[in-house]
């Protein structure tokens, strides 16, 4: 059975955002200590050095004293209780330009807990790009869904920021209307060759998703990507697809709502395999190569989720 929804829907910013919730963020990130730079090398990393800085000389380790080195550099404490020449050595920081990419794909358009995925992406989306811009790194980003996508040049300006506010909502309303989006299974492939244009090196690569399509086939090109850039996948999950065993269950298209029966056990299956499926090749791929995978939920806000990780990270 489907009834008509109310258009009160569009007021829940739990279900769709608007412009002055995503420039609020720029207040509520503020007050959380994220940066860039912090997140690459000591929250998300794990145990894979960054290969990206951020400005000036940064600290990086004492080694033995090597022929040529500058005499200012040798570590006299090490030095003196090893009884051997120790020198520091120092990385030279530079700015680097971060890329934020954003799905928006009707995969996203679900929600069972107190956000939709598709909000928490966007908020994520938000929250990145005004720290970036407070830190004075440039921001860019590529915006998509099934059937559309619009890419931004890394600047640094609020302007700038402002406008890819604007198209995360122009892209986050779109999924109220499902008669716009056509569901695409490459979509991911598509983006993927997209990225491999514009990314050369040096870069801050997060891609904010659920990677409902990831396959193992995609893995060659993120790997690529990875050798030359700093890569963070930010996987947008909800409970239902980690324990789908519905009773009944209400689903709403934006228009329409659907009542769902017990799924058989076989399509329960099928459906939990799937993701667990995704999601150990996604663990496999942030294990083996340089990629950093966070996993964040419907079950909280954006900016709530990114203070406990660094909460965590302390």
Not at 66 to 81: C, F, L, M, P, S
Not at 294 to 308: I, M, P, Y
């Amino acid at each position: 059975m489907k009834t008509h929804l109310s258009t009160t829907i569009n007021e829940d910013h739990r279900i769709v955002t608007n412009n002055s919730k995503l420039q609020q963020l720029q207040y509520d990130i503020a007050k959380v200590g994220f940066s860039p730079k912090k997140v690459v090398q000591t929250i998300l990393t794990g145990s894979h050095k960054s290969k990206l800085r951020g400005r000036g000389m940064d600290f990086e380790e004492v080694r033995n004293y090597a022929k040529g080195d500058d005499v200012r550099n040798i570590d006299w404490k090490v030095t003196g209780r090893t009884d051997e020449l120790h020198s520091k050595v120092f990385t030279e920081e530079r700015e680097r330009p971060v890329f934020i990419i954003t799905d928006q794909c009707s995969s996203m358009f679900l929600g069972t807990k107190e956000y939709l995925k598709s909000v928490i992406a966007v908020e994520s989306a938000a929250l990145i790009a005004w720290k970036v811009l407070a830190v004075g790194d440039r921001i860019g980003g590529l915006i998509y869904n099934d059937t559309n996508k619009f890419t931004l040049p890394p600047r640094k300006n609020k302007s700038h920021v402002l406008t890819m506010i604007d198209q995360l909502t122009d892209f986050n309303h779109a999924l109220l209307n499902s008669k716009v989006l056509k569901p695409n299974d490459n979509t991911l492939g598509e983006i993927i060759f997209e990225i491999k244009k514009r990314i050369t090196h040096d870069y801050l690569v997060v891609w904010i998703s659920d990677f409902n399509q990831y396959r193992s086939s995609h893995t060659k090109d993120l790997v690529a990507l990875s050798e030359h850039n700093d890569v963070i996948l930010v996987q947008v999950s909800d409970p239902l697809e980690t324990n789908f065993n519905p009773q009944q269950i209400t689903f709403s298209n934006g228009d329409d709502q659907f009542q769902f029966e017990r799924s058989s056990e076989k399509r329960v299956k099928r459906v939990t395999n799937h993701f667990k499926e995704k999601q150990n090749q996604l663990e496999a791929l942030s294990t083996n190569y340089p990629i950093t995978l966070l996993k964040l939920s419907t079950e909280s806000s954006a900016t709530h989720q990114f203070k406990e990780i660094l909460r965590k990270s302390r």
